[in-house]
């Protein structure tokens, strides 16, 4: 298991619907940490209208996400939403987090994750882990991340809350390097489109630069 | 599974399909759609799928239709069907037919990740024996460049100026060019000449024996690994490492591959000590990479690193001007391999030769030569020995899409075959001889061209 290096990416995170103040921020502090990404709350976010789908009584991750990636927000290049609803896509009864594969959008729902597969409840704790562990391997989809046979790796594919909670909270040595690369990638490309604009203050570079989630909502 | 594992998704409802094709994606498998069972028919006519996932219910063909022919014209296929909670009897009965599964939408998250994981494996065994089988059957052959014409002395120089640096080199051209033969000419033309030249196929394994080949493994890796084995970059140490087929490599090895491109070191399968490797790295492929790149199903920063100086091998149509002196070679070599008193090739013969247009490139001349050589009865091999060549339709590759151009493409060859002699050619098509100048009429051929 490997680290990854801190990067430049910066991503938003929006809440839909309620999902509490802590749950966020644990979620912003595991993907600074982990991914070494830069990470800002944007607030409260509707739900897409058309994601309810009324004969499953449940959420259509895909359309949410068609929605998000619409949505103008033109210094994050990748779009993280927060929510409790419960999640489907069409082929699959449920999901707990859905993304764009090289997309911008990713959506993570806590619905499923604060009971065991038996009905008994979990600790905040360990419901907490649960969301970071799918935040993380959701935005690792949208930087062109597949899913991994290392049975430990964020990038395994987890159906049921059982095996997230086997998952480490790191990414495999392959996984490591194609975000590495991925991070990269992107970053060269950010830096390319925006070279003509002017020069930065130093002031606006210091704020930039400001270490750490920061609550804008 | 040979290479990449492929995997077709049939369904006429757009939004289960793109569904299924996303969550697919997300694996790292190559996936594709077709939206009814005559597309689905179509697609499997050019390309070898592992798994299929077929819809019951669609409009055009249903999916019990097209499960009987893919039962039946592609064995080693996977089939499973996808039906809505009303049809149950449909899929117990699609399982009597010969489906290896099927599942109910929506699908549990668990039920689809066993169901893939389970077929995947299963299927690699059966193409494992299938390799096991063939790999005794298969022969051996070396080869060298031959060739006058000019596209032919442009390749020459660029190999020698590739030659002089350390770039990775992708080679592009159809399949029997000869790419393999330019990669060792490249080989043997640089500083690396003293060092292995090691290829391998990228095509020819399956996903886990092609990354045991490739990255070598420890004992016990796998089961099997019953001792530690060197890959073939290891192999490459110093020399050339050719990768033929490149396009085959699937995702997750891509990665692998880049990975050690940059770094310059790797561990073997099961293994934990980095190994340090220099080789120089040059790839081959006939698929269309750029575009892939935009299909999402090869890596784009892969590409980049794969194709710093980029060549492409001509096919063998486009320089038939060396079809002499490369069907002199060859006889040379059968005369030889079979012991057979076949002197020389008659003129006519020659001519002939350079009238069709080779879809399978210097490989079918090759076996061509060897055919001819094998059943001639004479000392020069003549225009009747190698008439099979326009024969058999199985050979085409750039098969015609209408009767009609199928049609003129068959006049044209009987033409060429019969020196445009019209009576002649008629009796060979069976049609008389005004049938025969109305025809070259309406498709504007003109015998005196095609004539040798
Ligand atoms: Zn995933
Ligand atoms: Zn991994």
Redesign the interface.
């Known amino acids: 298991m490997t680290k990854v290096k801190p990067s430049t990416l910066r991503l938003g995170i929006v809440e839909m619907g309620r999902l509490g103040e802590i749950a966020l921020r644990v979620v912003a502090a595991n993907l600074q940490a982990v991914l070494g990404i830069e990470v800002d709350f944007l607030g409260p976010h509707e739900v897409p209208e058309n994601a309810y789908q009324a004969h499953?009584q449940q959420f259509d991750a895909?359309l949410i996400l068609k929605h998000l990636s619409g949505c103008a927000f033109p210094k994050y290049p990748r779009i993280l939403a927060l929510t409790n609803l419960d999640l489907?896509?069409?082929?699959?009864?449920?999901?707990f987090g859905e993304a764009e594969?090289?997309g911008r959008a990713a959506v993570v729902s806590g619905f499923r994750l604060r009971h065991n597969e038996d009905g008994t409840a979990v600790s905040i704790d360990r419901y907490y882990e649960r969301l970071a562990k799918v935040a993380l391997h959701e935005v690792a989809?949208t930087l062109s991340l597949?899913?991994?046979e290392e049975s430990l790796c964020l990038m395994h594919?987890s159906?049921?809350v059982g095996q997230l909670d086997k998952l480490h909270i790191l990414f495999c040595e392959?996984c490591a390097?194609?975000l590495q690369?991925s991070l990269r990638?992107l970053a060269e490309e950010f830096a390319s489109r925006h070279r003509k604009k002017p020069v930065k203050s130093d002031k606006q570079k210091a704020r930039e630069a400001r270490p750490g989630p920061s609550l804008r909502s | 599974m040979m290479g990449r594992i492929k995997i077709l998704v049939v369904d006429d409802e757009l939004i289960v399909r793109e569904s299924l094709i996303g969550w697919l994606r997300k694996s790292g498998y190559e996936v594709q759609g077709a939206e009814g069972g005559r597309q689905a028919l179509e697609m499997l006519k050019t390309k070898e799928y592992d798994l299929i996932f077929l819809d019951i219910k669609m409009p055009d063909i249903g999916g019990l239709e097209v499960l009987d022919r893919v039962k039946a014209d592609y064995p080693y296929s996977m089939a499973v069907m996808i039906t809505a909670y009303a049809s149950v009897e449909t899929a117990v009965e699609a399982m009597k037919r010969g489906a290896n599964d099927y599942l109910m939408k929506p699908f549990e998250p668990e039920q689809l990740t066993l169901l893939v994981e389970k077929l995947l494996q299963q299927k690699k065994l059966i193409d494992e024996n299938i390799l096991l089988r063939e790999h005794v059957a298969t022969r051996m052959r070396y080869e060298n460049l031959v060739g006058s014409s000019e596209c032919m002395q442009q390749l020459f120089s660029l190999i020698e100026e590739v030659a002089k640096v350390d770039s990775p080199v992708l080679l592009r051209g159809e399949t029997g060019t000869g790419k393999e033969l330019v990669a060792k000419a490249i080989h043997a033309k640089s500083e690396r000449r003293y060092g292995p030249f090691i290829p391998i196929n990228c095509g020819a394994f399956t996903e886990s024996l092609l990354e045991s080949e490739l990255f070598g493994h420890e004992t016990g890796a796998f089961t099997g690994a019953t001792r530690a084995k060197k890959g073939r970059l290891e192999m490459a140490e110093g020399g050339t490492l050719f990768l033929d087929e490149i396009g085959e490599i699937p995702l997750k090895m891509q990665v692998d591959l880049l990975r050690v491109l940059e770094e310059k070191k790797f561990h073997r399968v099961g293994g934990a000590k980095d190994i340090a490797v220099d080789f120089r790295l040059v790839c081959a492929t006939h698929r269309n990479l750029p575009r892939e790149i935009e299909q999402g199903t090869f890596r784009k920063d892969f590409y980049f690193r794969l194709n710093v100086i980029e060549i492409e091998v001509p096919p063998l149509r486009r320089r038939l001007d060396d079809i002499p002196a490369l069907a002199h070679h060859f006889l040379d070599r059968f005369r030889r391999e079979t012991n057979k008193p076949v002197m020389g090739i008659q003129q006519k013969a020659l001519d002939l030769l350079q009238s069709y247009d080779w879809p399978g490139n210097v490989r079918e001349l090759e076996n061509a030569l060897e055919r001819a050589v094998v059943l001639s009865k004479g000392r020069h091999l003549s225009r009747d020995d190698f008439a099979f060549i326009f024969r058999s339709g199985t050979t085409d590759l750039s098969f015609p899409n209408s009767l009609k151009e199928m049609e003129k493409k068959h006049i044209e060859r009987i033409l060429a075959m019969c020196d445009g002699n019209i009576s002649k050619a008629a009796g060979l098509l069976e049609v008389n001889r005004t049938t025969l100048h109305n025809k070259i009429k309406k498709y504007r051929l003109k015998p005196s061209d095609t004539a040798s």
């Open positions: 499953r895909g489907c896509i069409p082929i699959l009864t449920y999901v594969m090289g989809h597949y899913h991994c594919f159906s049921k392959r390097f194609m690369t990638n």
